[in-house]
C-alpha cells in the first residue's frame, strides 16, 4: 500500500481489532498473580512450583521479544497477528481445562508464545500508518492497553477468586480472544512492509539465553536471595550471552535485534530514560500492595481495588497524552510528569502505621498519572528519529529493556527493602530488650519481635520508596536534553527508503 493513501487514511477498524486483541494479551500478565495461592492448594504445588506460572510466561516473553523485530520483517502483519491469537487462544483454553499442574504451565507458555508478538507487532502497524506528527496521538491508544490492562488484571482477578474458581479467570478472557481471532481472519489486511531477511540461529540462541538468563536471575531473587546459585549463576550466563550477542549483531549486516539504533541519540536518551522509569514504576507496583496487605492487614481484592483509579486515571489520559505530545513535544511532557512522580514517590516514602486507605489511593493515583505524562511520549519521540526500516528494531529493543529493567528495579529494590528491614529490626529489638520495660515471658517477647517487625517492615519500604525517588530523580535530569524530532526527517526517511525499494 502506498504510504501517502495510507497516512491520509489509517485503518482504523483494523487498529480496533488489534488493540482488543493486544488488551486481553496484556490483561493476561497479571491475570493469575492473586490465584496463585489458590492453584497452590489444589494442585498441591510449593511456592517455588507454582511461581513458574508466572516466571515460565516471562521467560518466553523474553525470548521471543527480541526475535519479533525479525518476524515483523519476514512475514506479514496479518500472519503475524492471526498465528498470535490462535497460539494465545489455544493456551488460554488448554490453562481453562487444566487437568494437571503441569499442563497449566505448558499452556501458560502458549499464551506468551502469542501475546510476546502483540505489543511490538500493534506498534509497528501505529508507526506505519500515521504520520509523525500525528503519531503522539495514535500511541497515546496504545498506552491506554499497554498501562491499563496489567494493572486491572489484579483487581478484577482477586473479585473473581472471592466468589468462583480461578479457572473462570481463563473462562472470561477466551470468548474475546476467539471473536477477536474470527474478526482478523475477515478484515484485517497487510500494511506494514516486509524484507526477505534470514534468522541466524546462533544469534536466537544468545538472545533467549542473554535476556531469559537476566529476566529469570533478576526475577528470582526476591524469592532465592542474591546468594543463589540459581540467581547469580543465571545472571552472569546471561550477561556473558548478551555480550557475544551484541558483539555478533553488531557484525552481521542483517542482525536479529539491530543495536546500531543507538547511534540516533534521541533513540538512545528515550531508552535510557524509559529503563530508568521501568525500574521505578514496577518496583512501586510491588512495594503498595506488599504495604497496604502486609502491614494494614487489608485483603487481596481491596489492595487491587486501591490500585484501580491509577489504572483507570493512566487508561484516560494515555489518547490525551498522546495529542498533548504532538502538540508541545516529549520534553515538556516529560519534566512535568517526572516531577508529580519525584514529589509522589517521596510521599509514598513517608508511609506510617496509620497512613489512611484513601491517602495512598490518592498518592498512588496521582503517581500514575505522573507516569502516564512520561512514558509513551518519551518512547514515541525516540522511536521518530528511525526510519521506518529501522522500525522493528525500536519497537523491539524497547519491549525487551522494559522487561528487563522492570525486573532489575523490582529484584533491586526489593533486596533494599529486605536489608533495610533485617537491619532496621535487630536495632529496635535491641532498642527495646535494653529499655526498662523489655518484656521477659515468651508470649511477650513474640508479641513484640511481630510488633517490632511490622515497624522494621515499614521503614525497609519506606527506605525502598526513598531509593525509587532518586531513580525517578535521574529519569528528570536526563528529560532536560530531549529535543523534538522533525517531520521533515522522517519524511526524508521515508522518500530515501522507498528509492532504495523501487
Do not use: C
Not at 166 to 177: E, Q, S
Not at 357 to 385: A, E, K, W
Amino acid at each position: 500500500m502506498d504510504i501517502k493513501e495510507l497516512h491520509k487514511k489509517p485503518p482504523y477498524g483494523m487498529m480496533a481489532i488489534m488493540f482488543i486483541g493486544a488488551f486481553v494479551a496484556f490483561l493476561n500478565n497479571t491475570l493469575l498473580n492473586v490465584a496463585l495461592p489458590t492453584i497452590m492448594t489444589e494442585f498441591s504445588v510449593k511456592p517455588s512450583e507454582v511461581q513458574w506460572l508466572t516466571t515460565g510466561y516471562m521467560l518466553v516473553n523474553g525470548i521471543l521479544i527480541p526475535a519479533s523485530a525479525f518476524f515483523i520483517q519476514k512475514f506479514t502483519n496479518r500472519r503475524l497477528f492471526i498465528t498470535a491469537m490462535m497460539l494465545f487462544s489455544l493456551g488460554t483454553l488448554l490453562a481453562m481445562l487444566a487437568p494437571k499442574f503441569g499442563v497449566l504451565i505448558i499452556a501458560r507458555m502458549i499464551q506468551a508464545s502469542g501475546s510476546a508478538m502483540m505489543m511490538p507487532l500493534l506498534m509497528n502497524v501505529m508507526l506505519t500508518a500515521f504520520p509523525i506528527e500525528r503519531r503522539g496521538a495514535a500511541m497515546g491508544l496504545f498506552g491506554l492497553v499497554m498501562f491499563t490492562a496489567p494493572a486491572i488484571g489484579p483487581t478484577l482477578s482477586g473479585w473473581v477468586i472471592e466468589h468462583y474458581s480461578w479457572r473462570t479467570l481463563f473462562g472470561i478472557v477466551l470468548p474475546i480472544a476467539l471473536l477477536t481471532l474470527i474478526y482478523a481472519v475477515f478484515r484485517l489486511r497487510n500494511i506494514t512492509p516486509n524484507r526477505d531477511v534470514k534468522l541466524d540461529v546462533f544469534s536466537l540462541v544468545l538472545s533467549s539465553i542473554g535476556f531469559g538468563g537476566l529476566l529469570y536471575g533478576f526475577s528470582s531473587a526476591g524469592d532465592r536471595g542474591w546468594d543463589s546459585i540459581h540467581v547469580y549463576g543465571t545472571i552472569a550466563i546471561g550477561a556473558i550471552a548478551l555480550v557475544l550477542f551484541i558483539v555478533r549483531q553488531l557484525k552481521m549486516e542483517d542482525p536479529l535485534l539491530d543495536f546500531r539504533i543507538y547511534k540516533h541519540p534521541m533513540f538512545a536518551l528515550s531508552s535510557a530514560i524509559s529503563i530508568v522509569l521501568s525500574m521505578s514504576m514496577f518496583s512501586a507496583m510491588i512495594l503498595t500492595p506488599l504495604y497496604v496487605q502486609t502491614i494494614r492487614g487489608i485483603s487481596p481484592f481491596h489492595s487491587g481495588i486501591l490500585m484501580l483509579p491509577g489504572a483507570i486515571l493512566m487508561g484516560i489520559m494515555s489518547p490525551i497524552t498522546g495529542r498533548l505530545f504532538d502538540k508541545y513535544g516529549a520534553r515538556t511532557m516529560a519534566v512535568i510528569g517526572l516531577t508529580v512522580t519525584i514529589i509522589t514517590t517521596f510521599y509514598l516514602s513517608q508511609l506510617t502505621m496509620e497512613s489512611g486507605y484513601y491517602y495512598i489511593m490518592m498518592i498512588y493515583t496521582i503517581r500514575m498519572f505522573g507516569i502516564s505524562l512520561v512514558m509513551m511520549p518519551v518512547m514515541t519521540n525516540g522511536l521518530n528519529q528511525l526510519p521506518m526500516v529501522s522500525n522493528p528494531h525500536g519497537t523491539a529493543m524497547n519491549n525487551t529493556l522494559q522487561q528487563v529493567s522492570g525486573a532489575i528495579g523490582s529484584a533491586l529494590l526489593l533486596t533494599i527493602m529486605t536489608k533495610r528491614m533485617e537491619s532496621a529490626g535487630a536495632r529496635l529489638f535491641d532498642e527495646a530488650m535494653a529499655s526498662g520495660n523489655a518484656p521477659t515471658s515468651k508470649e511477650s517477647i513474640q508479641a513484640l519481635e511481630e510488633m517490632l517487625g511490622a515497624k522494621a517492615m515499614l521503614e525497609g519500604i519506606n527506605f525502598a520508596f526513598f531509593i525509587s525517588t532518586l531513580i525517578a530523580a535521574v529519569a528528570l535530569l536526563l528529560s532536560f536534553f530531549i529535543r523534538r524530532v522533525k517531520p521533515r526527517k522522517e519524511e526524508a526517511a521515508l522518500s530515501e527508503e522507498q528509492k532504495s525499494t523501487s
